[in-house]
Structures are given as C-alpha cells and as structure tokens.
C-alpha cells in the first residue's frame, strides 16, 4: 500500500515561512522523483518543485529563490521549505513520487498566506 502523508501546512502573514513535509510508505523512496504541487480554487495544478533521485531541484520563476525542496531518504520524507511567502501562495499543497509510469499522490495540506 502506497501512502504519501503531508504534514506542516498552516496560516501564516504574508513574509513569513512554512516547512512542509511528506512521508513516503510502500515505494522504494530513493527511486522516485519527488515533487510538491499546488492547487489554488479555480487555478490548476501547477509544479511547485521537484527533486530527482540524484538531489537534482528544479523551480517555476513563481518560487524559485523563495522555496527549496530536499529529501531525506534515510527517513523517505521530502520536505518543501518556504520562505517568504505571498498571498499568492495560497493552495493546497499536494506530494508527489514518481517511478517510470507510477505517479503517487498525498492527500494534501492546505497553506494559507494572509495579506
């Protein structure tokens, strides 16, 4: 059973930060891609960042230099630090992991970004 577990969203003022996490049960986490998505009502799901088995990151402009991802894979855990947070950023903050075909989702955790 494949089980992917967001955990860390909130509410926070605008300037501040957040660290996400998600925990990987049922897959051989090192092989997998690692990703974070997002999804803002009546906006859709965008790429937040994503990690490669080899630490390789990739960000949209939206985020880069504000957000980082990292994985631990001793503890199958990717995290999603965020800083400097906007309104902008508000969603529902979704995990994802990768294999060839496989694509497995976290139910999600919502971030909240007041103004």
């Known amino acids: 059973q494949v089980q992917l577990v967001e955990s860390g969203g909130g509410l926070v003022q605008a300037g501040g930060s957040l660290r996400l996490s998600c925990a990987a049960s049922?897959?051989?986490?090192?092989?997998?891609?690692m990703s974070w998505y997002r999804q803002a009502p009546g906006k859709q799901r965008e790429l937040v960042a994503a990690?490669?088995?080899?630490?390789?990151?990739n960000y949209p402009n939206s985020v880069k230099g504000r957000f980082t991802i990292s994985r631990d894979n001793a503890k199958n855990t990717v995290y999603l630090q965020m800083d400097s947070l906007k309104p902008e950023d508000t969603a529902v903050y979704y995990c994802?992991?990768?294999?060839?075909?496989?694509?497995?989702w976290g139910r999600g955790t919502q971030v909240t970004v007041s103004s």
């Open positions: 994802n992991a990768g294999f060839r075909e496989y694509n497995y």
């Open positions: 049922g897959i051989i986490f090192s092989m997998n891609t």
């Open positions: 990690i490669s088995v080899g630490g390789r990151t």
